[in-house]
């Protein structure tokens, strides 16, 4: 058996499991980890290269930073002033999700999420509000913002603009934006008056047990803590916004930030470490090597052929759009955007050509798709940092966020060719 067949039928195996939940979604992800090591279609230094990656680190000092919020009783501040215009569990849903939305518009989806997190524990400690629905509103609306200016999904909207230049066309700052605020706009309709009854609803959830949970535990009388945590919070904020001005990475940015507070004594050493969660950790880094092995043995190249086959000999360009926002939706939640984008980018412009329509489309369609990476845990790191905070099982992305992303689908189809003509 060649090694891409292997793959991708290990691929199916892992998902079976995920699906199955009998074996813990971790266990399974490291099961396959060491069986593609063994198999030697990664090595060990691909095998574990996911669990030093800048987005992990970032992550880690982001939780650490923002958790200083919860421990010194601003979120309870938050929360209250909060509560006073958003007296209901979907007005506080539209609210995170309008929020996390626009803060991702300046800065990484994953930074987003992750400065939510202690917000919404909070939040959800002090009003019973369900911190899954929640959590699952910041994850959307972070996932949107992305789509609203170059900034919030960087590499893919530089790696699109850069193809639509070389074709002739052009793309701005907020070229994304003509599809990124409609998009956005027909998400909050569609969460104000559906998705949010979709939204997870767990109880129970494990977390909850631990440091956001732990009232008595919160430096409330500590002024001058409370004010250190919101201005460490605003510089991170701030340095990841202008990291290329001042030449600090965004990742190195949060582990300053995590280190003063630290050294400011908000959280004991122990502390520390109980914030940072393994089963995210695992979650975040473990499926690397499985997109690895996708990409290295041309398994996601056979994927990618999958497009031609079933367009077959087809001409509509509305036909053409749907195969390739299904088929680019399903592959980027177990790869990563961008080498879906890079493997996909040449086959649509292809096309594009054959069936003499203009490509820009179909290219929107592509990018569009590509960051619809919301039905599982695995698709990214936002989806997989709220998932052990929110107990959520591995489907309950896949029964929350398939209608919007069928919205989508149909927005997309009807909205593109009018923004970009194929002819």
Not at 40 to 47: E, H, M
Not at 248 to 265: D, E, N, T
Not at 380 to 409: E, Q, W
Request: charge should be positive; hydrophobic fraction near 55%; charged fraction near 10%.
């Amino acid at each position: 058996m060649d090694p891409a067949t292997f793959t991708l039928i290990l691929l199916v195996l892992a998902v079976i499991s995920f699906l199955w939940e009998k074996i813990p979604v971790n266990l399974t992800i490291l099961l396959t980890l060491s069986i593609l090591v063994l198999t030697r279609i990664v090595t060990p230094k691909q095998a574990v290269e996911g669990f030093a990656s800048n987005t992990i680190i970032m992550l880690i000092g982001v939780v650490i930073v923002g958790s200083a919020l919860f421990k010194t009783g601003v979120c309870d501040k938050v929360a209250s002033y909060a509560v006073k215009y958003a007296k209901t569990e979907r007005s506080m849903i539209m609210s995170i999700l309008v929020m996390s939305t626009l803060m991702s518009a300046c800065l990484s989806n994953s930074g987003t999420v992750a400065v939510f997190i202690p917000i919404i524990m909070g939040i959800s400690a002090s009003t019973k509000f369900s911190s899954s629905k929640l959590l699952m509103s910041a994850f959307l609306g972070a996932m949107s913002g992305g789509r609203l200016t170059l900034v919030g999904d960087a590499a893919i909207n530089v790696l699109i603009g850069d193809q639509i230049k070389a074709l002739g066309g052009s793309f701005g700052f907020f070229e994304i934006s003509k599809i990124g605020v409609p998009l956005t706009l027909i998400m909050f309709v569609f969460m104000y008056f559906w998705g949010y009854r979709m939204l997870p609803d767990i109880k129970n959830v494990d977390v909850a047990e631990g440091l956001f949970a732990t009232k008595e535990e919160k430096d409330k009388e500590c002024k001058w803590k409370q004010v250190l945590s919101v201005l460490i919070l605003l510089v991170v904020f701030l340095g990841m916004i202008f990291e290329k001005q001042t030449g600090i990475p965004s990742h190195l940015v949060a582990v300053i930030g995590a280190v003063v507070v630290w050294l400011s004594g908000i959280f004991t050493e122990k502390q520390i470490y109980e914030l940072v969660s393994i089963k995210t950790v695992i979650l975040l880094g473990g499926m690397k090597p499985m997109a690895t092995a996708l990409s290295k043995t041309g398994a996601a190249q056979k994927i990618a052929d999958l497009l031609i086959t079933i367009i077959g000999g087809s001409t509509n360009p509305y036909f053409i759009c749907i195969v390739i926002f299904v088929l680019t939706c399903l592959m980027t939640q177990f790869m990563s955007n961008v080498v879906t984008v890079t493997l996909l980018m040449p086959i649509i412009i292809a096309i594009a050509n054959t069936i003499n329509v203009k490509p820009e489309a179909m290219i929107m369609v592509l990018c569009i798709a590509s960051t619809m990476s919301i039905l599982t845990p695995i698709a990214c790191p936002p989806a997989n940092l709220i998932y052990d905070y929110g107990g959520y099982r591995f489907t309950d992305y896949f029964k929350s966020n398939i209608a919007m992303t069928v919205v989508f689908l149909v927005a997309c189809v009807i909205l593109l060719p009018t923004i970009w003509p194929l002819y």
